[in-house]
């Protein structure tokens, strides 16, 4: 405020003073605010980047930490499972005959048709009979004949041997006699071996099946001339057992007869496409030799085959169950991978982490295959999601 008592230039001069620190003193409360409010905007900034940055290294740190990964496991098996060999092998009919004329006739019918299953017995084809029967008619009456001359022959003799003791016939009368009933009887033996000739020619007007069995194409019309050197009139096959055989490694030689020394060897028949056999036997044959050429040794399973599924001369798969094998670990194929240093299964250790084994392979057992090495009784395989982990990978075990 200007002093009243100074001059009047001097009270203006205080006044600009006045004014002037006013101003300045106003200056430096704006600029302390500023300040301050610089200060807390930047304390909020360093206190809150600093806990910004902290959140995000705790995200980062649990987005670096993996997830365990739901898998599922099986667990390592110990039996006893059957130890087979397989073959490539072709059936073959135990029977395949070609049906034949006996006796030249024209054939009159075909009882069954082509492609029939027939019974043993069962009428196939019919000759004309009539000239046989004929025949056999004429030779009876022969027969009958010549049965009546041995009767008259033999009471001839009767009274001879009366008379020739009392001297009322000669001896010479008497020796014909005796020859003339050794004739007769002779000759009523050959009418009887004709008439038995004539019943069996008849009989074989009549084509019957031998064995039970499948019959073929007929090639024989009805109304053909046929006979012993005409062509055949149809084949049957027996169907029911059949043959398999198959040729045996040498390799395998010794395991076969091993298992042969200790009685049957169980044989099962695969058609291609087949999962699963209803078709089985044994093993009934083993050749003497081994082919030098293929190192091979010929064998044959009889085979039952009561739904005649099997044809003979198709290509199968046998398989011999030749021996147990005792205590042996299985785990499940689908658990199997692959890799440049063979096969290998993921394994949960206890900190349920996977580990790699590389394992052995020895004979299957449906779907799971035995493994000789790698693994124990009890181990917990991994059988699923084998392409999303790896050796060291977190995972959740997931029985089945």
């Known amino acids: 405020m200007p002093n009243m008592h100074l001059p009047t230039h001097l009270q203006n001069l205080q006044s600009e003073l006045e004014k002037h620190d006013m101003w300045n003193w106003k200056l430096s409360l704006g600029t302390v605010a500023v300040v301050g409010i610089g200060l807390a905007v930047a304390g909020e900034s360093y206190f809150g980047g600093a806990a910004d940055l902290s959140a995000s290294k705790a995200n980062a740190t649990a987005a670096a930490a993996p997830q365990a990964m739901p898998v599922p496991v099986a667990k390592v098996v110990k039996k006893t499972i059957p130890i087979y060999l397989d073959y490539s092998a072709r059936t073959e009919a135990i029977r395949n005959v070609t049906l034949q004329a006996r006796i030249s006739g024209h054939l009159m019918k075909q009882h069954k048709p082509d492609g029939a299953d027939v019974a043993e017995g069962d009428l196939l084809y019919s000759i004309d009979d009539r000239d046989f ?79 039970a069995g499948r019959l073929g194409h007929s090639l024989a019309d009805v109304g053909t001339l046929v006979g012993p050197s005409a062509s055949g009139l149809n084949t049957l096959v027996q169907m029911d057992p059949i043959y398999v055989t198959f040729s045996a490694s040498e390799a395998d030689l010794a395991t076969i007869q091993k298992a042969k020394a200790l009685g049957k060897i169980e044989a099962v028949v695969l058609l291609p496409g087949e999962a699963t056999s209803t078709h089985k036997g044994d093993v009934t044959f083993l050749d003497n030799v081994v082919d030098r050429t293929t190192g091979t040794i ?103």
């Not at 010929?298 to 085959?305: K, P």
């Not at 785990?331 to 949960?348: D, H, I, R």
């Not at 052995?360 to 493994?371: I, T």
């Open 133 to 211: 029967r004929a025949t056999l008619d004429q030779l009876r009456a022969q027969t009958d004949r010549d049965a009546a001359q041995l009767d008259y022959a033999q009471a001839n003799l009767t009274r001879g041997n009366d008379l020739v003791k009392s001297g009322y016939v000669a001896k010479d009368n008497f020796d014909q006699r005796s020859s003339t009933l050794r004739q007769a009887e002779a000759t009523l033996a050959m009418d009887k071996a004709a008439v038995h000739s004539a019943e069996i020619n008849l009989d074989h007007t009549e084509i019957r099946a031998p064995f």
């Open 298 to 400: 010929t064998a044959r399973a009889t085979i039952a085959n009561a739904d005649f599924a099997l044809l003979a001369g198709q290509y199968v798969s046998v398989r011999l169950r030749v021996m147990d094998q005792p205590d042996a670990l299985l785990v499940p194929q689908v658990a199997l991978g692959s890799s440049q240093m063979g096969k290998f299964v993921y394994v949960v250790n206890e900190k349920n982490t996977v580990d790699q084994r590389l394992v052995s392979l020895g004979a299957q057992d449906g779907s799971l295959v035995s493994v000789t090495t790698g693994v124990k009784e009890g181990d917990s395989i991994i059988v699923g999601n084998l392409q999303k982990i790896g050796p060291g990978a977190p995972v959740q075990p997931i029985a089945e």
